[in-house]
C-alpha cells in the first residue's frame, strides 16, 4: 500500500515536500510516479523516478520547481514542490510501477493497471 501526505494551503511561491510511504512491500523494485489532478481536469503525470533514483523526469510545467527523490532504505518517495503557483492546485498522487529495470521510468501516461500501486491523494491548494 502507498499512503501519500504533506498537502496543504499554501501562498502562492511558497513550497511544499510531499511524502509516499510504503507499507507491505519494499519499493526497492518500483518506479514512482506522481500524478495530480485539478478539478475539472484530467489526470496528469507530473514527476517520475527508476526505482535506483537513477533517472527522473518532470513535466514541462514543474520542470525546474520540483524535484522527484527516494529513499529506498526508508521506503519512501518524495516530490519537493518550491516556487508553487495556483495552477498547482490539485490532488497528488503517488503509484509504484514494477520495473526489472532499475533504471527504466514508469509509463507516464498510463491508461489502465500499468501502476501495481496507487496511494489515496493528498490535497494541494495554493492561494494567489
Known amino acids: 500500500q502507498l499512503q501519500a501526505s504533506g498537502g496543504g494551503l499554501v501562498q502562492a511561491g511558497g513550497s511544499l515536500r510531499l511524502t509516499c510511504a510504503a507499507s507491505g512491500d519494499t519499493l526497492h523494485y518500483y518506479a514512482i510516479g506522481w500524478f495530480r489532478q485539478a478539478p475539472g481536469k484530467e489526470r496528469e503525470g507530473v514527476s517520475f523516478i527508476s526505482s535506483s533514483g537513477g533517472r527522473t523526469a518532470y513535466a514541462v510545467s514543474v520542470e525546474g520547481r520540483f524535484t522527484i527523490s527516494r529513499d529506498n532504505v526508508g521506503n519512501t518517495a518524495y516530490l519537493q514542490m518550491s516556487s508553487l503557483k495556483p495552477e498547482d492546485t490539485a490532488v497528488y498522487y503517488c503509484?509504484?510501477?514494477?520495473?526489472?529495470?532499475?533504471?527504466?521510468?514508469?509509463?507516464?501516461?498510463?491508461?489502465?493497471?500499468?501502476?501495481?500501486?496507487w496511494g489515496q491523494g493528498t490535497l494541494v491548494t495554493v492561494s494567489s
Open positions: 503509484a509504484a510501477q514494477f520495473k526489472h529495470n532499475n533504471l527504466s521510468l514508469p509509463s507516464m501516461f498510463p491508461t489502465g493497471d500499468e501502476y501495481n500501486y
